[in-house]
């Protein structure tokens, strides 16, 4: 069944416009996609690619602080002068 993006817009309390973005970004990017010999991604694996995008993100400011406290603590270690 063929609906309009105005139809479906409505069925799902959103702004028409919005939608009418998100379906020509979406076939797009499926065009994309088959440009290059690619399918594009299901919605399942583009919301686990999302996930890994923001976990890959977390884990690297882990990391930039890590970095920063290993080096803090580093120093702290080096014998101040004068002692010994």
Sequence with gaps: MDRTIAEVARELGID??????????ERRR?????????????????AELLRLRRQVGELEKDNAF???ASA????????SRGSS
Excluded: I, N
């Excluded at 499926?30 to 694996?45: R, S």
């Design 16 to 25: 028409p416009g919005m939608l009418r973005v998100w379906v020509k970004d």
């Design 30 to 46: 499926v065009v994309a996609a088959e440009v290059v010999g690619d399918t594009p991604l299901e919605p399942a694996e583009r």
């Design 66 to 68: 890590l970095v920063k």
């Design 72 to 79: 803090y603590f580093a120093a702290m270690q080096k014998p």
